[in-house]
């Protein structure tokens, strides 16, 4: 299973090096996680969210959160919005939803 734990660290623009001291390990550990070469347990996704302040979910391959293809495209976006702007979206998406629901839609 392929996580995303590499295309995080990069875009945050942290190194191997970064990760492994904030997560208290090393770099060779590191890079087993991120080739899938070591599971990826819980305690790994906390350490590893809280050394790239993210979310545990995030550091999962979308077709494991994902139910379709759909799903997959509006989680990637949603990923890739700062935290301000994803609540904000969100906060928009929900109040559509009960504007619809209002219509009958």
Sequence with gaps: MQTRIAFLRKEKGLSL???AKAAGTTKAQI????RGDRRLSLEW???LAKAMNTKISELLPLEEVAQDSEEAAILEV???LPDRD???LIGIVRRL???LEDLGG
């Design 31 to 34: 890079q087993k996680l991120e």
């Design 97 to 99: 939803l009960v504007r």
């Design 45 to 47: 996704m906390e350490r």
């Design 78 to 80: 949603l990923s890739r």
């Design 17 to 19: 090096e970064d990760v």
């Design 86 to 88: 994803r609540a904000a």
